[in-house]
């Protein structure tokens, strides 16, 4: 323990502390070892914080480019169709009119993707070919590429108004094409209902991938407008 000589005048001063007894100094450093202590505890707290936000952040991430390859399996399937599922016309209107601009690359080359063909001219083609029902199916899949196009793996942390009615319109397609062709129903999982909006990514169950956190069936019934959010 380092010792010097400081003027009595100076003690008030100095923050030093003058102590009678060597247990008064003994008392003294078991409170800063304690203060030490509980700052070690807080310091190693907080890392535990950050690692635990961190292997959230990866598992949501991996759960999203999951949910990411199989919206786009659903899409592909959806319009292979003949002709839109109902709803179709609504979504389209309404994205185009709150978002002019919606269409565009990355959503061209997706969309391409989407619908069987190589190059631009060759969807010109195809809808120069195709019967109105089918040109209508072109068309909304070009607006349904521009909405997916607009989600990423990580899209969980940024829910929005667009990627809700896109994600819904899916949700409530997929009931009822399950409904009239007794397909498996494609629905939405946690990182998508968080993207959507309709759920935090924080209540999602890390070790549960198939927890269901909250229920979004629609009410049975085939006149329900499609939810569309603002």
């Known amino acids: 323990m380092p010792a010097y000589y400081l003027p009595a005048a100076a003690l008030a001063e100095s923050g030093l502390r003058h102590v009678d007894h060597v247990s008064d100094v003994i008392g003294l ?5 304690a203060g030490q202590q509980a ?3 807080q310091q190693q707290a907080e890392r535990e914080q950050e690692r635990a936000k961190r292997a959230r952040v990866i598992e949501l991430n991996k759960r999203g480019v999951a949910a990411k390859a199989r919206r786009i399996e659903f899409l592909t ?3 292979s169709a003949r002709t839109a599922p109902a709803g179709a016309a609504e979504l389209v209107a309404v994205s185009l009119t709150r978002e002019p601009g919606l ?5 061209a080359d997706l969309a391409r993707d ?6 631009a001219d060759d969807l010109i083609a195809k809808a120069t070919a195709a019967t109105p029902g089918r040109a209508w199916v072109l068309v909304f899949g070009l607006v349904l590429a521009a909405h997916e196009a607009r989600l990423d793996k990580d899209s969980w942390r940024r829910p929005n108004g667009a990627a809700a009615r896109y994600l819904h319109f899916l949700a409530e397609a997929a009931r009822k ?14 990182v998508e209902l968080a993207t959507a909006g309709d759920i935090d990514y924080r209540d999602i169950d890390l070790d549960n991938p198939h927890a269901d956190p ?3 069936e629609p009410a049975d019934d085939e006149d329900q407008d499609l939810p569309v959010a603002a």
Request: charge should be negative; hydrophobic fraction near 40%.
């Open 29 to 33: 450093q078991a409170g800063g070892d």
């Open 39 to 41: 700052e070690r505890e």
């Open 103 to 107: 269409l565009g690359w990355p959503a």
């Open 214 to 216: 909250v229920n979004t």
């Open 77 to 79: 399937q959806l319009l």
């Open 177 to 190: 094409l399950a409904k009239t062709n007794g397909s498996e129903e494609f629905r939405l999982v946690d």
């Open 114 to 119: 989407l619908l069987g063909a190589d190059t």
